[in-house]
């Protein structure tokens, strides 16, 4: 069984930067996909970025790209989201997921973190 630990949340202020990290552990190789989530009060759940194993397909939100970088490590077996020029909308709890496919849908992950809590604020 998989297990998903994410970490790296925090608060930060408008324009800052954040990098989270996802640990796969219980087996010794990852989700073929990898992939980040997010959820505001509120809201649903949404997708913000995947990865494939071999790191040649990514796949953004429109409301991340350019700001957000998602990459892996299948040696350390973690994932990770750098994020930069953070601001308010990005205020959420953001999840970790692994599946077999590279889609922004959340049903198609059957392995889900816990989450980690972002704050964007002054």
């Known amino acids: 069984q998989v297990r998903l630990v994410e970490s790296g949340g925090g608060l930060v202020q408008p324009g800052g930067s954040l990098r989270l990290s996802c640990v796969s552990s219980g087996r010794t190789f990852m989700r073929p996909t990898m992939a980040w989530f997010r959820q505001a009060p509120g809201k649903e759940r949404e997708f913000v970025a995947a990865i494939m194993w071999s790191g040649t397909r990514t796949l953004y939100a429109d409301s991340v790209k350019g700001r957000f970088t998602i990459s892996r490590d299948d040696i350390k077996t973690t994932a990770y989201l750098e994020m930069n020029n953070l601001q308010s909308e990005d205020t959420a709890v953001y999840y970790c997921?692994?599946?077999?496919?590279?889609?922004?849908?959340?049903?198609?992950?059957?392995?889900w973190g816990q989450g980690t809590q972002v704050t964007v604020s002054s």
């Open positions: 997921a692994g599946g077999q496919v590279t889609t922004p849908r959340a049903g198609d992950y059957n392995t």
